[in-house]
């Protein structure tokens, strides 16, 4: 299982952003695929997450009606969609995977993941 993101880089307060998370190695239909982000001296949270098997997904509060996750199966990428960026969204932004038996009732918990990018960098300036 191979997970790459793109799409990061630094951007104005009120912008946006289109994150990508290419994966590789599995079927995204037996998976679930977070997106969770690490600002400096704070811990990893999620920032959305969908698992295809049942179609949930979970976005975290300070980010709805902002963020919206999506995929695209033929070409094995998720994305995030994230408009009216705040400083607050500042964060090495990391894509996730998981068997999604795994995460049946614990979508937006980092620990349970198995698989991980090498993260991409999401500057907002004030």
């Known amino acids: 299982v191979q997970l790459v993101e793109s799409g990061g880089g630094l951007v104005q307060a009120g912008g946006s952003l289109r994150l990508s998370c290419a994966a590789s190695g599995f079927t995204f239909d037996d998976y679930a695929i977070g997106w969770f982000r690490q600002a400096p001296g704070k811990e990893r949270e999620a920032v959305s997450c969908?698992?295809?098997?049942?179609?949930?997904?979970y976005y975290a509060d300070s980010v709805k009606g902002r963020f919206i996750i999506s995929s695209d199966n033929a070409k094995n990428t998720v994305y995030l969609q994230m408009n009216s960026l705040k400083p607050e969204d500042t964060a090495v932004y990391y894509c996730?995977?998981?068997?999604?038996?795994?995460?049946?009732?614990?979508?937006?918990?980092?620990?349970?993941?198995?698989?991980w990018g090498q993260g991409t960098q999401v500057t907002v300036s004030s």
């Open positions: 969908m698992s295809k098997s049942d179609g949930s997904t």
């Open positions: 996730a995977a998981v068997v999604h038996t795994k995460v049946v009732v614990a979508l937006h918990v980092p620990g349970k993941y198995d698989y």
